[in-house]
């Protein structure tokens, strides 16, 4: 059984947008004022930070993350990162974990847009996290309130120390105004702006994680929901990336063997307004695109000609039955 990665503390923008400070997706850690006794890359190492013991380097005792050397004149030290994707930012998780007598006092953010390059002395940057008191070992969840698509974030720490990680998650913004009317796009896919609307269990794993690109690496980076002990069957809700008619579905169970579903359904709609959580609601009563189909261990499941035909939609919702593990679903389809 896969161990529980969700804090429990953390707020939804963490379960339901993608890290657009994930390398994976192809964020990168441009340039820091300093990064002598930790590398700014380590910073965005998707993994947990963690401590060893012991460990030193040349520079002194080895931390998983961006740490700073003393700084003995004015100032504050700061680190350039470049977003996967242009994306709008609902929130920030800057993680001191491990980081207890080296951790910065306060820390803000700035964010940037840049069509083509790298920022530089003529960058307009505009602050989305004013300077917030940090603490030691501790995780640091901030709201962003801010409707603009940015490319690059500046993460100022006052005067200096340590940040193991950054997340920044968002919706990626892309340019569908050229795409084609006929090629199938993942419009499941979170690098395209798909996002979780909402799941009613997430014990052992976040649902959003069925929208990353590629395949799970292992039973943990995947949606696992507990052990249901009553009547009924779990579900997830997820907004497409943009309206369209679903031609192909995947259902990948990589990694799940004694846990994943017996059966899955996926239904789906067109929806216009109204928000997110009433949503949950509706989707009870949202006409079926996939009927119950039989899943198999440890194995991508393709569904073509099951496929009912309700046209043009722009959220599902994905039910498991009646509980389990789905590392990741792919949905497949043609734009409106």
Known sequence: MALPILDPNAPDFTRRYVNLADPRLGAQALEA????????????????????????????????????????????????????RPGVIKGLDLDTSHFTGNFPPAASVEAARVVDGAPGASTQWTEIVPSTTLQGNSHH?????????????????????????????????????GASRTELFDLAAMENGAYLVGANNQHFGAASTLLRPGRGVNMGDGWETRRRREPGNDWAIFALAQ????????????????????????????????TDSSLVTQAMFWPVLLGEQKLQMDRQHHFESEL???GVVTHVRFNIIPDGGVSRLRLWGTLA
Request: glycine share 8%; net charge neutral; proline share 6%.
């Open 33 to 84: 004022s300093d990064d002598f006794f930790a590398p700014k890359e380590r910073m965005l190492n998707p993994e947990p930070a963690v401590f060893i013991p012991g460990k030193y380097d040349d520079n002194g005792k080895w931390m998983d993350g961006w740490e700073t050397r003393r700084k003995r004149s004015s100032g504050y030290d700061w680190c350039v990162v470049k977003l996967a």
């Open 141 to 177: 969840y901030l709201d962003v309130n801010d409707a603009n698509a940015w490319t690059h974030l500046r993460v100022n720490i006052y005067p200096d120390g340590g940040i193991a990680r950054l997340r920044v998650y968002g919706q990626p913004q892309v340019d569908w105004a």
């Open 243 to 274: 309206p369209g008619v679903i031609r192909k579905i995947e259902v990948d169970t990589a990694h799940f063997k004694g846990n994943y579903p017996d059966r899955c359904s996926i239904q789906a709609a067109r929806v216009t307004g109204g």
């Open 308 to 310: 009912a035909a309700l």
